[in-house]
């Protein structure tokens, strides 16, 4: 069956650098999700998209912004990277109750 | 605001005896509860879920969970464990604001070691 996809699955970026992580969900999930998992942390929601449009938001920075295209694909972009960034990104996806997660980017800021 | 509690850092358990991983709720409405389970440097697998019906949910690898209202407990189990159980198991519950869409709130992680 096919899973959630995410890419690059590692990154690494120096402070005050861009970064943009891909998510695509599962074919027919209509929503988005995405989390930041700290080290030894559990998941914390960033902000979520259904039908291309933003559905709710979290504790996402504002240095981060994130949007769903047409293909359903989402990205999520974060600038002026800082260290407390580096962190385990999730996306999941949904088209009923349950998040199905893809395997993460893990991102270090140096 | 709904929120759940795992009240174990680390769980213990000897190959082959049973074992049970603890979760407590706090929601106002019906909750919808998850387990799911991480393995070092993988994503977030789903195990099962409660939404309504038989108290006794069965899942994914043998784990059931068992949800009561009364204790607003949903604590995970497998009568038999296995080293390869051996991971991280987060029980989260999805919040419920007004307008849908509802993001997963976790629970702060349960390490389940299991020895040979």
């Known amino acids: 069956a096919a899973g959630v996809i995410q890419s690059p699955r590692h990154l690494i970026k120096e402070k005050r650098e861009t970064a943009t992580l891909k998510c695509y969900p599962i074919?027919?999930?209509?929503?988005v999700y995405w989390y930041q998992q700290g080290p030894g942390q559990d998941p914390q929601f960033l902000i979520s998209?259904?039908?291309?449009?933003?559905?709710d938001k979290g504790s996402i920075p504002d240095r981060f912004s994130a949007q769903q295209f047409s293909d359903y694909h989402s990205e999520l972009n974060m600038s002026s990277l800082e260290l407390g960034d580096s962190a385990l990104y999730f996306c999941?996806?949904?088209?009923?109750?349950?998040?199905?997660f893809g395997p993460g980017t893990r991102l270090l800021v140096l | 605001a709904q929120s759940v509690a795992q009240p174990e850092d680390q769980v213990n358990v000897a190959e082959g005896n049973p074992l049970t991983v603890k979760c407590t709720y706090s929601?106002?409405?019906?909750?919808?509860l998850f387990w799911y389970v991480q393995y070092p440097n993988r994503g977030l697998q789903f195990l099962l879920k409660?939404?309504?019906?038989?108290?006794l949910v069965k899942g994914s690898y043998g784990f059931e969970a068992e949800f009561n209202k009364s204790q607003t407990s949903f604590h995970l189990k497998k009568p038999s464990a296995l080293v390869s159980d051996s991971a991280l198991y987060f029980c989260?519950?999805?919040?419920?604001?007004?307008?849908?869409?509802?993001?997963?709130?976790f629970g702060a992680g349960t390490r389940l070691a299991v020895h040979p």
């Open positions: 998209f259904y039908e291309k449009m933003q559905s």
């Open positions: 409660y939404i309504t019906g038989d108290n």
């Open positions: 074919p027919r999930h209509d929503t």
């Open positions: 999941a996806s949904s088209f009923s109750e349950t998040q199905y």
């Open positions: 989260a519950v999805r919040d419920m604001p007004s307008g849908g869409y509802n993001k997963l709130i």
């Open positions: 929601v106002s409405g019906n909750p919808y």
